[in-house]
């Protein structure tokens, strides 16, 4: 089963990439099948779960066809809903007692990418995403030093146990899904809402980092790193509103959370 396992990742991750090459629902909505249909096979889910993913797609289908309020909301519900496990039907693979991960919470950005957000393309696009990463890496090290320096982390270099795996959670299922979904979907359209108010932007960059920090709550060993999980959500959308483009707050979010996990001691943020 550990291989089956190995290839429900495999596919969904091909499934995010696959988005970059040509954002085709005939290619990443096959790869995405057969990731389900993998981790069916390895237990990593069961038909329940199944329904639910499905459940969120159709809600995709007719937000992309006519974006209502009500719509946005329920596709909100359902994705925290999976994220944060609150959802029957899906067995996460444990690599250690505190390390786990699972094909459903992903899926939370991923629907955002595939249908919503415009995705860098040509020189100029990327030239956009290096401009943000650039602000983003001044950033995350004003973070590290705020934290270092406030007792919110210690440095700690040690690579963490399983490190590459590790590292590919943090890009394909933490990093690339959240961005998806907070910047993607919930900061873009705070930005179209608030459009009309003035700072409506920081209004929405905001409010979707209270969002933000609010999901992380149950992972969060205190108030203190609460606070710099905000930082860092105003980091990531701040970087997005100066470049336009998501992979710049998906890089940064990636770089931050690495370095965090390998020179420090690591709570994810």
Request: proline share 4%; aromatic share 18%; charged share 10%.
């Amino acid at each position: 089963m550990l291989l089956w396992t190995l290839c429900a990742f495999i596919f969904l991750g091909t499934s995010f990439l696959s988005l970059w090459v040509r954002r085709d629902p005939k290619i990443w909505g096959t790869l995405l099948g057969l990731s389900l249909l993998s981790g069916l096979v390895a237990g990593n889910m069961n038909w329940i779960g199944l329904i639910f993913i499905i459940v969120l797609l159709l809600l995709w289908v007719f937000y992309d066809r006519r974006p209502n309020v009500a719509l946005f909301i329920f596709i909100i519900c359902v994705s925290a809903s999976l994220k944060m496990r609150f959802l029957p039907g899906y067995t996460p693979f444990f690599f250690t007692p505190k390390f786990a991960v699972g094909l459903e919470g992903s899926l939370m950005g991923l629907f955002p990418l595939a249908f919503l957000v415009p995705l860098a393309r040509g020189m100029k696009d990327w030239a956009a995403v290096m401009k943000g990463l650039v602000i983003g890496c001044a950033g995350i090290a004003i973070l590290a030093v705020l934290a270092t320096f406030s007792g919110a982390t210690h440095w700690h270099f040690e690579p963490p146990t399983f490190a590459a795996a590790r590292t590919l959670s943090n890009f394909f299922l933490t990093s690339m899904p959240e961005e998806g979904f907070y910047r993607g979907l919930i900061q873009n359209t705070f930005c179209k809402y608030f459009e009309n108010i003035r700072l409506g932007k920081i209004l929405a960059l905001i409010s979707t980092s209270v969002l933000f920090t609010a999901a992380h709550v149950y992972w969060s060993p205190g108030l203190q790193i609460l606070v710099f999980v905000f930082l860092a959500s105003l980091l990531y959308g701040g970087v997005y509103l100066i470049s336009g483009k998501i992979e710049s707050s998906i890089f940064c979010h990636f770089l931050l959370n690495f370095i965090h996990m390998t020179f420090f001691s690591y709570h994810a943020m």
